[in-house]
C-alpha cells in the first residue's frame, strides 16, 4: 500500500512595497525609449528583381524546349514516357541547393511530374539515363563540378537570364511551342534592360 505524504503550506503573499514616486526626467526617458520602439524602422521590401527565380524559370523553360520534339511532346529521362510539353519539368539530378550545378546543362534535364515530385526511385532511371545521353567522362566532369562551391553574381545570373531567354526564343520558333506569359514577361523585363545599359 502506497504511503500518503502530506501536503505542504501554501507560503503566504508577501506585502506589495509602496509606489515610488518618479521623477519627471525618468518619466521623460521613458517616453522616449518608448517612441524610439515604436518608430523602429520596419523591414524594407525586396525592390529589386530576384533573380535565382527569374533564372530558374527561364533555365527550366529552356530545357523542356531543348529536349522537345517538334510538336510539343518530350521524353522523360527517367521512366522514358513521352508525354506532352506542359506536363513536363525539368528534373536535376544532383538537386538546386547546389549552385555549381544548378544551372549545368548537362544536370537538367525533361523530366515528368510523376518522377520529378514524388517517385523516390527516380534517380536510379535517371542515372542511367544520363549516362547513355551524355557519355560517362561528362558525367564524371559533372560529379566533380557538383563537389565545388559556387556563388553567382547579380551579373552573371543577369547575363545567363538574356543568354537562355534568346535561347528559349528560338528554340519556341523552331519547333513551333509557344513561350508561357510568364517567361515571356521575364525576358521581356531583363531584354529591355540589356538595351538601356546598351545606350
Known amino acids: 500500500m502506497l504511503r500518503r505524504t ?18 519627471p526626467k525618468k518619466m521623460k526617458d521613458a517616453a522616449e525609449s518608448d517612441a524610439q520602439k515604436a518608430e523602429k ?4 521590401r525586396r525592390t529589386e528583381p530576384n533573380y535565382v527565380a527569374d533564372m530558374d524559370k527561364v533555365f527550366q ?20 514516357k513521352i508525354k506532352p510539353f506542359d506536363q513536363m519539368q525539368g528534373g536535376h539530378f544532383f538537386g538546386r541547393a547546389s549552385f555549381s550545378t544548378r544551372w549545368s546543362e548537362d544536370n537538367v534535364h525533361s523530366e ?5 515530385c514524388y517517385n523516390g526511385e ?6 542511367e539515363n544520363l549516362i547513355k545521353k551524355i557519355g560517362q567522362q561528362r558525367f564524371n566532369l ?19 537570364i538574356v543568354h537562355y531567354g ?11 511551342i509557344p513561350i508561357s506569359k510568364c517567361v ?16
Open 61 to 80: 523553360y529552356y530545357i523542356r524546349l531543348r529536349d522537345a520534339m517538334p510538336g510539343g511532346y518530350t521524353r522523360c529521362i527517367s521512366c522514358g
Open 6 to 23: 502530506p501536503l505542504k503550506a501554501k507560503t503566504p503573499l508577501r506585502a506589495k512595497t509602496p509606489l515610488r514616486a518618479v521623477s
Open 166 to 176: 534568346k535561347l528559349c526564343l528560338q528554340l519556341s520558333s523552331s519547333k513551333k
Open 122 to 127: 527516380h534517380l536510379l532511371g535517371f542515372r
Open 41 to 44: 524602422p520596419k523591414r524594407k
Open 112 to 116: 515528368c511530374i510523376w518522377d520529378n
Open 142 to 160: 559533372l560529379v566533380v563540378q557538383r563537389n565545388k562551391t559556387k556563388k553567382w553574381s547579380d551579373f552573371e545570373i543577369q547575363a545567363m
Open 184 to 199: 515571356m514577361d521575364i525576358i521581356k523585363r531583363y531584354d529591355k534592360r540589356e538595351r538601356n545599359k546598351k545606350m
